[in-house]
């Protein structure tokens, strides 16, 4: 992140994904990502197009479309990208901001080492992927 270092970490250490991280791996986790900015209305990823990153949402808003269904709204804390690129497909659906968007990004060719060298941050988005998959299941019900 390219903000003060303990600005980073303090930022990081109020993610539940980072929450059981300790002070140092906070820091070098902090080194990893990059911040992004995105516009009102501005679409971070386009369903059908590569995915090429892993995207930590930090404030604002965004909105998950597939074809032409919300399906989905995201804020603080929330994570994307990360199918697409564990996959290496496309996206699924578009996400797209519908207040400013600041986010932390890894990029994609970055994400399998980062999982691996982070297993405590592997962990927690496995468990919310589960959520996800037990969520979308029980609809079908």
Same mark, same amino acid.
């Given at each position: 992140? #390219? !903000? %003060?270092?303990? $600005?980073?970490?303090?930022?990081?250490?109020?993610?539940?994904? =980072?929450?059981?991280? !300790?002070?140092?791996?906070?820091? #070098?986790?902090?080194?990893?990502?990059?911040?992004?900015? =995105?516009?009102?209305?501005?679409?971070?990823?386009?369903? /059908?197009?590569?995915? !090429?990153? =892993?995207?930590?949402?930090?404030? /604002?808003?965004?909105?998950?479309?597939? /074809?032409?269904? *919300?399906?989905?709204?995201?804020?603080?804390? $929330?994570?994307?990208?990360?199918? !697409?690129?564990?996959?290496?497909?496309?996206?699924?659906? $578009?996400?797209?901001?519908?207040?400013?968007? *600041?986010?932390?990004?890894?990029?994609?060719?970055?994400?399998?080492?980062?999982?691996?060298?982070?297993?405590?941050?592997?962990?927690?988005?496995?468990?919310?992927?589960?959520?996800?998959? %037990?969520?979308?299941? #029980?609809?079908? /019900?």
């Amino acid at each position: 992140m #390219r !903000s %003060a270092p303990d $600005d980073a970490t303090e930022t990081l250490a109020g993610l539940a994904i =980072f929450a059981d991280l !300790s002070r140092p791996e906070l820091e #070098r986790v902090a080194h990893s990502l990059e911040e992004r900015y =995105f516009a009102k209305d501005e679409r971070v990823l386009r369903e /059908g197009l590569s995915g !090429s990153a =892993f995207y930590i949402i930090l404030e /604002g808003e965004a909105v998950v479309i597939a /074809g032409t269904t *919300r399906v989905n709204t995201l804020r603080r804390g $929330d994570f994307f990208g990360e199918i !697409s690129v564990l996959l290496g497909e496309a996206p699924v659906a $578009d996400v797209v901001a519908v207040h400013p968007l *600041r986010c932390l990004v890894l990029p994609g060719q970055l994400l399998q080492e980062f999982l691996q060298t982070n297993p405590r941050v592997c962990y927690r988005i496995l468990v919310a992927e589960a959520r996800k998959l %037990a969520n979308a299941t #029980r609809g079908r /019900g």
